[in-house]
């Protein structure tokens, strides 16, 4: 890579002619530059009169990313995304589909927003993606599709890999793996997959890999429903609870749409190294044109920005789940796997439609309460339930009834009643976990029915 200096040295040296070619249409003036990586421009001119002289154009896609508490711009080349190790995705809009991965390529349909696809491979821009509810295929630009949270997504190497005979670091070599393959494991065994590659069936190391859990926020686990995710560890997923829970349980993620995986770091040990979880600022996309102008010859110039312009901040009573993640999650539920509706306890109770975007609800300020969302469509939170998905709450518990039940079942009056957990249980009942200062009691009821059974184990 060249030095500040060569490059400047380079600018400062460039002839007379750089200066000539100026805009006679100020307002379109377009800035061109010696080539891409130049730090100064060689001059401006009118936008019309480079897209006459227009040779070719490239595609070219950075990141500006945090890592350590430094900065550094980072291709995207250097890094993977939760989209790249997504096997599942919707359009987020309305989106052409393209023949080949141009986007001047013929098209193949116009899909709907929601539509139903599955990736088959990605580049750093492109996805070929084929619909799940027919057999007709074709490319995407990777910022239209939107994760799904249902999906476990594939496991993508990020070196070259030996597949073994067996699920052992001693096992006999069968072949070799080569990097950046999406797999679909067969199945996930102690810090092994086991995995088809070409007619080859064998074992590969779980760390050469990259997979959904490394961007997960929560992670949906059939007994236990929706979890803070903290980071995975090898073939497990630590929880922000410190559970271990085995990766071949997962259902789905929630997953962290900021985050990037290095899957090339930087020659020299300067900046992240392979495998940072690096934070993406900003997304920056553009397509360069290459133009031959009179008296420069060949110059480059910015023709086009690929992506979407980023939404603005939120306000106060609004978070996304990046920023929520970073906070101590006292109590956390969905309607389901497949859904992403819920409520999370966080400073504060908030509830989301989306799984990005979470609103405060402000009748519970800033506390902390247990919450929990019953199949039947009854949502929690704290003493408090919801018929109509937390857009308003009444109370469902009387802490008269608890306390006499309580008193009756071990004739002793409790010093305290805490809710501490609300767990839900098939035919509209319901479970309660009560701290009374001197012990935790379970009680038990019908959804509606204002008398509650203590559970005694």
Known sequence: MRSVVSKTLAFLFLSSNSWAALATDASAAVSFYRSKNSLFPSGQVSRNTLDNKLLRTETEIAYRTSWDKKEYVMQASQILRDIHVSRYADTETTA?????????????????????????????????????????????????????????????????????????????????????QRIIPLEITKNFLKIQYAENIGYVDVTHFVSRADYANLAYHPKKNWMAALYRNNDVLITQKGETVPLKEILGYVTNSHRGVVIRPESSS???????????????AHVWGVSKLDGHGEVWWKRKNLLVEEKGTPSETTVSTDVLMKR????????????????????????????LTWTLIP???????????????????????????GKSFEPFIRWDNIAEAIEAAY?????????TQIEPLPNSK???????????????????????DVIKN
């Open 411 to 419: 004739h002793r009056n409790p010093k305290i009643l805490r809710l």
């Open 96 to 180: 052409v589909l393209l023949s080949v991965d141009r986007s001047d390529a013929p098209t193949v349909k116009t899909l709907p927003a929601k539509a139903a696809l599955e990736i088959l491979a990605t580049d750093d821009y492109w996805a070929r993606v084929k619909e799940r509810a027919s057999s007709t295929q074709g490319y995407l630009p990777l910022h239209l599709l939107q994760a799904r949270h249902d999906d476990v997504g594939v496991y993508v190497n990020i070196m070259d890999t030996y597949v073994r005979k067996e699920p052992s670091s001693n096992g006999r070599v069968i072949t070799t793996l080569p990097r950046l």
């Open 270 to 284: 300067y900046g992240p190294p392979l495998r940072a979880r690096v934070e993406i600022l900003k997304p920056e």
């Open 363 to 389: 009748q519970f300020g800033k506390q902390t309460y247990p919450v929990s969302i019953h199949p039947d469509g009854t949502w929690f939170v704290g003493s408090f339930k919801s018929t109509n998905q």
């Open 328 to 355: 101590e999650i006292y109590s956390i539920a969905f309607e389901n796997k497949n859904s992403v509706r819920g409520l999370v306890s966080s400073e504060g109770v908030f509830r989301t439609e989306d799984g």
């Open 430 to 452: 319901v479970q309660i976990y009560v701290d009374t200062g001197s012990s935790k009691v379970k009680l038990r009821s019908s959804i509606g029915n204002l008398h509650w």
